[in-house]
Each structure stands twice: as structure tokens, then as C-alpha cells.
């Protein structure tokens, strides 16, 4: 049990498009999910906590207008990076949780490339 | 959160016991100890976790001290597929607003285990 998807897996884009990735819950409802980005030979860095029909919370320095949080459903949220440029190419995870306080599952991750 | 300390890296001879040390000598009574391993270019892995009491679940054991300022993960018999890097993260159960119990990761500690 606890699952957590991700689509794409990897995708590369020209720079100045918009990219949008998806994070699914497949065998449970979540309240509430997490957007994380992790650098190569770095740490996984918290950049949002998105809440079932409300707006995100962005950590500092996270800009909102780029980053796009939407969580439509109890099993879906998604992660649109906006006028994505070279230095956004990362890897980006989610993370979802039955109840806010509850223990994380994460997904496979999202290898983003932006050329 | 509480601050961790782990140490950097540790090697394991397959079929022996890992031991992975934790220092979390600010944590409060209320917060959790949880352990999280992520395969390289994957996404973070669920281990266990606990609060007072040692805990054990098909992956590994807990060991947390009595004043509860450090724990240690076991995993009892490791695989050349146990090689990866292993967190340990404090969290508070109920930090109330916006925080939602998320997460904060360390640089964790690279467990190799060699043949």
C-alpha cells in the first residue's frame, strides 16, 4: 500500500515552456501533498505543501507565480513550472500523506531538463 | 524541527548488520523520529519510525535512547540493494498552522554495502 505516482518520469523542454507534472495517490486519499526539488549531490529542499481545494503554501524563496500548485482531488496533485529555464533542470519529487500529520509516501520523481 | 547529526558515510559488509547513528539532541518530547533511505535517482523510501518506544517492521529496527537525543536504524541482515542514502528526520506531530508535519532533510548518511 501507499503509493505515490508520478508522470512524466523525465522530460526535457526548450527553454520558456511551461511544464506540467503530476502526482498521483493510487491507494489512498491525500489531504495533503508536498512538492520538493533536489539538485544534483544536494538534499531534498521543501518548495510547497498543497492542501486538497486550497491554495498552496510556498516555502521562502519559492517563487508562486512560477511554480503552479493545483489540488483538484484527494489523489491528484499537480506541479506546472512556468517559462521553465536552464536553471530550473532538476529533480523533482512529491510527496503525499493520508492525513497532514501523517507519515509521507513519495514518488518516483521527475527528472526535468530545460535546453 | 529538531536538528540531526549523521555521519557523512558508512560501509557494510553484505550480509551483516547496519547500524546508522543519529544525533538529535534538541528534540522535543513530541516530536517524532523518522527514517527515510533514497535510492540514487529515485525517490525517498518510507523506513519506520517512532516516538518513545524501539519499533521494528519487515525493513529494519529503531533503537531510540531513554532521553531520546539519539536513535539508531538496524537493518539486520543488508543487501548490496540496501546501498543508498539513509535520513533521519525529527518531526513534530501537530505544529499547528501551516506546517502540516512536512519535513525537513539533512545531507543524510551514503551507506555503501560491499560484496
Known amino acids: 500500500g501507499a503509493v505515490v505516482s508520478q508522470h512524466p518520469s523525465r522530460v526535457i523542454c526548450k527553454s520558456g515552456t511551461s511544464v506540467k507534472i503530476e502526482c498521483r495517490s493510487l491507494?489512498?486519499?491525500?489531504?495533503?501533498m508536498f512538492w520538493y526539488r533536489q539538485f544534483p549531490k544536494q538534499s531534498l529542499m521543501l518548495m510547497a505543501t498543497?492542501?486538497?481545494?486550497?491554495?498552496?503554501?510556498?516555502e521562502q524563496g519559492v517563487e508562486k507565480d512560477k511554480f503552479l500548485i493545483n489540488h483538484a482531488s484527494l489523489t491528484l496533485s499537480t506541479l506546472t513550472v512556468t517559462s521553465a529555464h536552464p536553471e530550473d533542470s532538476s529533480f523533482y519529487i512529491c510527496?503525499?500523506?493520508?492525513?497532514?500529520?501523517?507519515?509521507?509516501?513519495f514518488g518516483p520523481g521527475t527528472r526535468l531538463l530545460v535546453l | 524541527d529538531a536538528k540531526t547529526t549523521q555521519p557523512p558515510s558508512m560501509d557494510c559488509a553484505e550480509g551483516r548488520a547496519a547500524n546508522l547513528p543519529c544525533n538529535h539532541s534538541?528534540?522535543?518530547?513530541?516530536?517524532?523520529v523518522y527514517w527515510y533511505r533514497q535510492i540514487h535517482s529515485q525517490g525517498p523510501q518510507y523506513i519506520i519510525h517512532?516516538?518513545?518506544n524501539n519499533e521494528t517492521n519487515e525493513m529494519a529496527s529503531l533503537i531510540i535512547t531513554e532521553d531520546r537525543k539519539s536513535s539508531t536504524l538496524i537493518l539486520p541482515h543488508a543487501t548490496l540493494r540496501d546501498t543508498a542514502v539513509y535520513y533521519c528526520i525529527v518531526r513534530v506531530p501537530n505544529a499547528g498552522g501551516t506546517s502540516y508535519g512536512k519535513l525537513t532533510f539533512g545531507q543524510g548518511t551514503i551507506l555503501t554495502v560491499h560484496p
Open positions: 517512532g516516538l518513545k
Open positions: 491507494d489512498f486519499q491525500a489531504t495533503t
Open positions: 498543497s492542501n486538497e481545494g486550497s491554495k498552496a503554501t510556498y
Open positions: 510527496s503525499a500523506t493520508p492525513g497532514p500529520y501523517e507519515t509521507q509516501y
Open positions: 534538541t528534540i522535543s518530547g513530541n516530536e517524532y
